[in-house]
């Protein structure tokens, strides 16, 4: 082996599993894992799609909302670039070209593409909406949240 190889696998040695020079590993804090919880918030309340959630998407650009993905609002950028139609149930559930049909994962909003975009930390991608302020609020966000755990009926 050459003494440069050797010299590195001396360093990775030395450096361990990243112990601090007082002999204590770095505090990295808990996982994050169990963050989200899949329960509905308020199971005596049934989330209607028509009358809760519909609302949401169909807002007008500058509001908190989805109109970049809603054929009806202008020119309807979200569609065009990630092919994510929110403009009917059938399209909604299709999802885009990045989520496909874990947009929506029926009982199980934590693995659900929209409930984590819409969040403050996305684990992909930008925040939506991507203009971002106004976000949608933290009710808000528990709507959608609560219709996916329900099942995510079109009701």
Not at 4 to 9: N, R, S
Not at 80 to 94: A, I, P, V, Y
């Amino acid at each position: 082996m050459s003494r440069a190889f050797l010299g590195f696998l001396a360093a990775v040695a030395m450096l361990g599993g990243c112990v601090l020079s007082d002999g204590y590993a770095p505090d990295i804090g808990g996982p994050l894992a169990g963050a989200c919880d899949n329960a509905d918030s308020n199971p005596d309340v049934a989330v209607s799609f028509a009358l809760d959630i519909r609302p949401l998407m169909n807002r007008p650009r500058g509001m908190a909302g989805c109109s970049c993905h809603t054929p009806t609002n202008g020119r309807p950028s979200g569609i065009e670039l990630g092919g994510l139609d929110l403009g009917s149930m059938h399209t909604f559930r299709q999802g885009g070209r990045n989520s496909g049909a874990a947009i929506v994962v029926p009982g199980s909003p934590c693995t659900s593409v929209i409930v984590q975009k819409l969040s403050d930390t996305p684990p992909f991608g930008a925040r939506m909406p991507l203009d971002g302020d106004p976000y949608l609020s933290a009710e808000e966000q528990q709507l959608i949240h609560d219709w996916i755990a329900e099942g995510a009926l079109d009701n």
